[in-house]
């Protein structure tokens, strides 16, 4: 299985103009979540997102959103994917696919094996599995067993020095990642060409 990769927490022009350069399969703008550094408002991702080579994949980060607005950025092509991060209910992701025809990923802490049973069971069309809400930490990754029958991004303390192995090992459909592709909280050009190399020497 070819693993994708996403790079999360685009901030800047800069920041562009290097993933289109470089070329990951996804991009993630974090929106309207004050607590990130990394977070921009509805906006600013409008406008980077108009400077984003078409053939990477948009995706806004949203902690409890307002569904209106996911839609509504969803329907206006701001983003192309939505990744919901908080606790939103499976009956307001199968709305929002309902209403734009377009994918959901539902992040999932795990912290024991009964969250990777709830992950499954998720509507979205990918779930994400992460330590927490963006801590760049890992999980315990024996709690996966077995290989995961459905689309799924691997998150949470992933960088240069584990990633092949997080590959190797568990065969996610995606890997996410943002703190260690970061050199004093802004993104780092060579530190980001380093995981795309590893991700697509992978394939």
């Not at 999932?108 to 499954?120: I, R, T």
């Not at 069309?125 to 930490?137: A, S």
Request: hydrophobic content about 35%; proline content about 4%.
């Amino acid at each position: 299985m070819l693993s994708r990769i996403k790079i999360c927490g685009l901030q800047t022009e800069e920041d562009i103009a290097m993933v289109n350069e470089l070329k990951p399969d996804f991009v993630g703008f974090i929106v309207n979540f004050p607590k990130s550094h990394r977070s921009k408002m509805e906006q600013e991702v409008k406008i980077l997102r108009q400077k984003l080579d078409s053939s990477i994949k948009a995706v806004g980060v949203f902690v409890n959103e307002p569904e209106e607005t996911v839609i509504r950025m969803l329907k206006e092509g701001i983003i192309d994917v939505a990744q919901l991060h908080g606790d939103e209910p499976e009956d307001m992701i199968c709305r929002i696919q309902r209403n734009t025809n377009q994918p959901i990923i539902k992040a999932f802490c795990l912290k024991e094996k009964k969250d990777l049973e709830a992950a499954m069971k998720s509507p979205a069309d990918y779930i994400l599995l992460d330590q927490g809400k963006g801590e760049g930490k890992t999980f315990d990754w024996s709690l996966i067993e077995e290989e995961i029958k459905r689309p799924w991004f691997l998150a949470g303390g992933l960088g240069p020095d584990n990633l092949e192995d997080a590959i190797a090992r568990l065969h996610p459909w995606g890997v996410d990642l943002s703190s260690s592709v970061e050199t004093e909280k802004k993104k780092d050009r060579d530190k980001v060409k380093k995981v795309i190399e590893i991700v697509r020497s992978s394939r």
